[in-house]
């Protein structure tokens, strides 16, 4: 047995129940805590808390965190870092004045990484990532999800896949894989969508079921990209394979997508910066989490997702890095955070519950991490000592993650 005590912790932040699963509406502001706490933890999981006075006398190791806050490890549901290469000239190209869509045109953005990464060796695309993924722990992330969708061919998305199931087998991180092979119809494809859509479902999907490398299925439903008919016959086809949708729906355009998640029991509708009466109505009869990405809109310029319209109809809320090279080369929560409370008008406790519960949900971890619950895997970050809980999301640009337990 091997114990962990943290002791004198300033607040000890995310506490909840094993039955609250996600949190919603005007839940969101509530964020549970403890003020001069301990926490214990056994053989990596949470085994004990409450107030300092009643902390047991020894353990294994022990960690003193006066003046300092405890929280869950962040959990960012949407990420892209299995990639070959960057992108910068893009962002050179947009400060030139061009938009994500005429970069796209022009052969960049989507088509660009697929090409670098059909080209580039399965251990070097780990390498990179694995590099992407400790630095993201760095900064308190301690689950991830990954998704494909560089490939766009067999080899290329399986490659991605077992990659990402490297990832898994090596690093401490609780980490998800999502399939995107309906990220963008590759060149070869142009002219012929039918043919793609063929090949990913008759093809690709059989062969990453067999294999197991697939958690959940994702599409960029948005226009140029596939269409609301393609993104329903593209979630069904994963669903007889058991991979429930997370899906990339309204980024630019509202196509009637998110009605579409939701009849499909959808596990999360990402981005959303645009979203309608109808979208909200739909999302209010679900277990479908909308997930906002704000350091997407930050780095192409596009709007933010109307976090105030999906809270203040009682709806949860989580936030991802959305990390990838084309619209998001960050992979900082802490960043994201901010931008939350900044564009998003998010309040400090409605962001931390969306980055650690709300997401958790959001990859379907809730179970074992996003809360500090007797049982759950003990996936922590530290702070720096500060003087409150603002102090996180105010410092913007920096990082108060002192310490992250795995
Ligand atoms: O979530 N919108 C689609 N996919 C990514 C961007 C991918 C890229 O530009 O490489 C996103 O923003
Ligand atoms: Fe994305």
């Not at 004198?8 to 094993?18: E, M, P, W, Y």
């Not at 309040?347 to 991490?369: C, F, H, K, R």
Request: charged fraction near 20%.
């Amino acid at each position: 047995m091997n114990s962990v005590l943290i002791r004198n912790i300033k607040s000890l932040v995310g506490i909840r129940d094993a039955n609250v699963k996600m949190v919603r509406g005007a839940e969101m502001k509530i964020l549970p805590s403890i003020d001069n706490a301990y926490l214990l933890i056994e053989n990596g999981r949470i085994k004990a808390f409450g107030k300092n006075s009643a902390a047991p006398e020894r353990a294994d190791e022990t960690i003193n965190a006066a003046g300092k806050m405890v929280l869950p490890a962040w959990c960012d549901s949407h990420t892209h870092i299995v990639y070959a290469g960057s992108r910068e000239s893009e962002f050179a190209d947009k400060i030139n004045g061009l938009t994500y869509e005429e970069i796209a045109k022009r052969g960049g953005g989507i088509l660009n990484s697929a090409k670098l990464l059909n080209e580039t060796k399965e251990e070097k695309l780990f390498d990179a990532a694995w590099e992407r993924l400790e630095e993201m722990r760095s900064y308190g992330t301690g689950a991830v999800e990954i998704k494909s969708g560089y490939g766009l061919s067999v080899a290329g998305e399986l490659k991605m896949l077992r990659v990402i199931k490297k990832l898994k087998e090596k690093s401490p991180l609780t980490i998800k894989a999502t399939f995107l092979g309906a990220h963008a119809y590759p060149l070869a494809f142009k002219h012929n969508h039918s043919g793609y859509l063929n090949l990913l479902i008759e093809e690709m999907l059989p062969k990453i079921a067999k294999e197991g490398l697939a958690d959940f299925i994702d599409v960029f439903c948005e226009k140029d990209y596939f269409s609301t008919d393609e993104t329903k016959r593209i979630l069904e086809a994963g669903a007889k394979f058991g991979l429930r949708a997370k899906v990339h729906v309204n980024q630019f355009n509202v196509l009637g997508g998110v009605k579409i998640c939701t009849q499909q029991n959808a596990l999360s509708v990402d981005h959303l910066e645009h979203i309608s009466v109808d979208d909200i109505k739909a999302l209010n009869n679900s277990e479908t989490m909308p997930v906002a990405l704000p350091a997407c809109s930050l780095f192409l310029k596009i709007p933010y997702t109307p976090a105030r319209k999906i809270i203040d109809a009682g709806l949860p809320l989580a936030l991802a890095t959305d990390f990838n090279p084309g619209s998001s080369p960050s992979g900082n929560m802490n960043l994201v955070n901010s931008l939350a409370c900044i564009n998003l008008s998010m309040t400090p406790e409605e962001v931390i519950n969306a980055s650690t519960l709300n997401g958790a949900y959001a990859m379907n971890v809730e179970d074992e991490l996003g809360s500090i619950t007797i049982g759950k895997n003990a996936n922590l970050l530290i702070t720096k000592p500060v003087s409150s809980l603002t102090m996180l999301p105010y410092s913007f640009g920096s990082n108060l993650v002192e310490q992250v337990i795995i």
